[in-house]
């Protein structure tokens, strides 16, 4: 039986202060549940608004890529200056240790390799086997414009129906193929659909005129870090992006692909949450490198 309330301090109900009902921090998610807006907060920081996403998940269509052959030599010292780790469920489970505190993005679609069209993709992972990893989003890749556009659209809806009833966000994926146009009204167009049609989050590549693109989406949009690239190249990549309205990146190649990666993630976060130039941000890079 439970104990009766025996203190003598007198009882504050605060009568003249009402119940805050504060506006959650990220665009367009305020009308998301709780557990939505939870995942969502471990994915993007609360203070800045942004978040750097260490991707590592190419191995899913192009099998061991460069720098990626042993994942637990070459990530894992990544892992704690990422705010989530975007991978599969096979590295996840195999190499990534569990009691590490980053939030999970884990990619849920899939199918052919290099050696075929890549648009044919199906849903490859169930909702409830991403619930028992406890990760924080789903990641489905979208084919605009591609020969199985409708086919992943629908992998895309059929996904976020069944992640909406546990609370689980998706982030939807454009894919840009060597077919496909890139620039900002293509980027546009394919980001627009993806939001128009539940994700919560968009990963993009970052074109001329971005910021048309962000402000016609109505969620947050990350960019993809893509090919490698010289270093300063990629944190002005990753500047341009954040004064674009960009709320993070999802960097794999230009972070792990680096000369020294863990400098190199270290600086992004400084473009990224700490508002810092690129150029400042490569000196960073450089004294961090070279002592």
């Known amino acids: 039986m439970a104990e009766h309330d025996m203190s003598d301090k007198e009882k504050q109900y605060f009568f003249n202060t009402p119940q805050q009902s504060l506006p959650f921090f ?5 009308s998301y549940d709780w557990g939505m807006k939870n995942r969502l907060a471990r994915i993007f920081n609360p203070d800045s608004g942004k978040t ?32 989530a780790l975007m991978c599969t469920r096979g590295i996840l489970r195999s190499v990534i240790d569990p009691s590490v505190q980053n939030s999970v993005v884990m990619r849920a679609s899939g199918g052919p390799s290099i050696l075929k069209d890549l648009s044919n993709e199906q849903i490859a992972v169930n909702v409830e086997d991403a619930l028992r990893m406890n990760v924080s989003a789903m990641a489905v890749q979208v084919f605009v414009g591609g020969a199985c556009e409708t086919q992943t659209i629908n992998n895309m809806t059929r996904l976020i129906d069944k992640c909406n009833r546990y609370g689980m966000p998706v982030l939807g994926v454009t894919a840009v193929g060597t077919e496909l146009t890139r620039d900002a009204r293509y980027i546009g167009l394919a980001v627009r659909i993806l939001a128009e049609l539940g994700a919560a989050v968009i990963k993009t590549y970052f074109v001329p005129e971005f910021e048309t693109v962000v402000a016609s989406c109505p969620v947050p949009v990350v960019i993809a870090g893509g ?9 002005r990549m990753a ?7 960009a709320a993070g990146v999802d960097m794999g190649r230009n972070i792990f692909q680096s000369d020294a990666p863990i400098a190199m993630i270290k600086a992004v976060r400084k473009v990224v949450h700490e508002n810092m130039s690129a150029e400042h941000a490569f000196e960073f890079y450089q004294e961090l490198k070279n002592s």
């Open 52 to 83: 750097v996403m260490l991707a590592f998940d190419h191995g899913y269509f192009q099998g061991p890529t460069t720098g990626l052959e042993r994942v637990d030599i070459t990530i894992n010292p990544l892992v704690p200056y990422a705010d």
């Open 239 to 245: 500047r341009n992006a954040i004064d674009a309205g």
């Open 227 to 235: 090919k490698k690239l010289p270093e300063l190249d990629a944190l």
């Open 26 to 30: 990220l665009k367009g998610s305020n």
